[in-house]
Nanobody
Framework: VQLQASGGGLGQPGGSLKLSCTYSGFTLDYGAIGWFRQAPGKEREWVSCIGRGFNYTYYADSVNGRFTMSRDNAKNTVYLQMSSLKPEDTAVYSC?????????????????????WGQGTLVTVSS
């Protein structure tokens, strides 16, 4: 299983950026994919996830209503549309896959164990 995040860059406060996570050797039919971020000097933080099967999406309170996660099965890609950006969204964003059939990958807000991680992409929000 391999994952690769891309799409980071410089965003303006109040602006938008769209991240992509392209994966291989994995299917969302049997697992979940999550987005995480780590700001300088801070611990890694869970941002959002999309669960297997019904593809329900879940978000951290800090991004709920501003970020939207979606998938494109044909491209083996999930996206994180980030809107109303804030300086505190500045971080390295990574995607990870939880490759197992469990309740936690169906309801991925239940914090499944993520087995595979991709390299991150840096998002900087600044005017």
């Amino acid at each position: 299983v391999q994952l690769q995040a891309s799409g980071g860059g410089l965003g303006q406060p109040g602006g938008s950026l769209k991240l992509s996570c392209t994966y291989s050797g994995f299917t969302l039919d049997y697992g979940a994919i999550g987005w995480f971020r780590q700001a300088p000097g801070k611990e890694r933080e869970w941002v959002s996830c999309i669960g297997r099967g019904f593809n329900y999406t879940y978000y951290a309170d800090s991004v709920n209503g501003r970020f939207t996660m979606s998938r494109d099965n044909a491209k083996n890609t999930v996206y994180l549309q980030m809107s109303s950006l804030k300086p505190e969204d500045t971080a390295v964003y990574s995607c990870a896959a939880a490759a197992r059939i469990t309740v936690e990958t169906l309801r991925c807000d239940l914090n499944p164990a993520y087995d595979y991680w991709g390299q991150g992409t840096l998002v900087t929000v600044s005017s």
